[in-house]
Nanobody, 117 residues
Framework: QVQLVEAGGGLVQAGGSLRLSCAAS????????MGWYRQAPGKQRELVAT???????TYAASVKGRFTVSRDNAQNTVDLQMNSLKPEDTSSYYC???????????WGQGTQVTVSS
């Protein structure tokens, strides 16, 4: 089992910045990828950004150039720096981790990001 604890989030005006952080604990030895997803009310959960152990990144088209995902493999953490935030970025953001020996994703509890116009 992997436990994920998120920090950050909150209310910000459009054009502002926020930083989300997530720390993994538990059976972390086979984690091969960590990242962030988001889910707005009435919508499906969607990928925001992920990073593999080797540093390969994936970004949603809607956040590319504005958001940056980073990891500290030694500390088992993943951060999401969000710049130039837009009202449409308002959502619950979830940290996720994938282990190479499992097909499922592990999820954090979620943190709310609200961007006012």
């Amino acid at each position: 089992q992997v436990q994920l604890v998120e920090a950050g989030g909150g209310l910000v005006q459009a054009g502002g910045s926020l930083r989300l952080s997530c720390a993994a604990s538990g059976s972390i030895f086979s984690i091969n990828e960590m990242g962030w997803y988001r889910q707005a009310p009435g919508k499906q959960r969607e990928l925001v950004a992920t990073m593999s152990n080797g540093g390969y990144t994936t970004y949603a088209a809607s956040v590319k150039g504005r958001f940056t995902v980073s990891r500290d493999n030694a500390q088992n953490t993943v951060d999401l720096q969000m710049n130039s935030l837009k009202p449409e970025d308002t959502s619950s953001y979830y940290c996720a981790a994938h282990r190479r020996d499992e097909s499922r994703l592990y999820w954090g509890q979620g943190t709310q990001v609200t961007v006012s116009s």
